[in-house]
DNA sequence: GTGTTGACCCCAA
DNA sequence: TTTGGGGCCAACA
């Protein structure tokens, strides 16, 4: 409300807030900004997020699977995979393994 | 002001 | 189980 701030900011705000080792997913940041509709834009924040000085964690950001559906956005194919993977998550089939476990709710985690 | 584009999500079959 | 179609809306041309 009244925030002058692109959505695409208020994203990487939330995304620089999840663990390391954790995840999160496009709607869950999307229903935090309180645009619960508008998960694909958080999608298409992640893509200007590729820029390291904004030290955004896109990498911990799937979807609601826990589906890596932005590893084509990187250098290599299994980039995504590497940098999760080095943070002790595993990998299965392009989904995150225990994804139930390891989601990140920027709501239920955050406000308490 | 209009049209297009998505690192999504939901639901029906 | 897997597909496919519709809705969504911020940003950009």
Redesign the pocket.
């Known amino acids: 409300m009244g925030d002058t701030r692109?959505?695409?900011?208020q994203v990487h705000q939330i995304a620089r807030l999840i663990p390391k080792g954790r995840v999160t997913?496009?709607?869950?940041i999307?229903k935090a900004l309180g645009?619960s509709?508008?998960?694909?834009?958080?999608?298409?924040?992640?893509?200007?997020?590729?820029d390291p000085r904004l030290k955004v964690p896109?990498?911990r950001?799937?979807?609601?699977?826990g589906?890596?559906?932005?590893?084509?956005?990187?250098d290599t194919q299994n980039q995504?995979q590497e940098l999760l993977e080095n943070e002790g998550i595993t990998i299965e089939d392009d989904k995150v393994k225990d994804f139930k476990k390891l989601f990140w709710d920027p709501l239920t985690e955050l406000l308490y």
């Not at 589906?67 to 990187?74: D, E, N, P, V």
């Open positions: 692109s959505f695409y900011e997913t496009y709607g869950a999307a645009a509709r508008s998960s694909r834009m958080v999608g298409t924040a992640m893509i200007h997020a590729h896109a990498h950001v799937v979807n609601r699977n589906l890596l559906t932005g590893k084509h956005h990187y995504m």
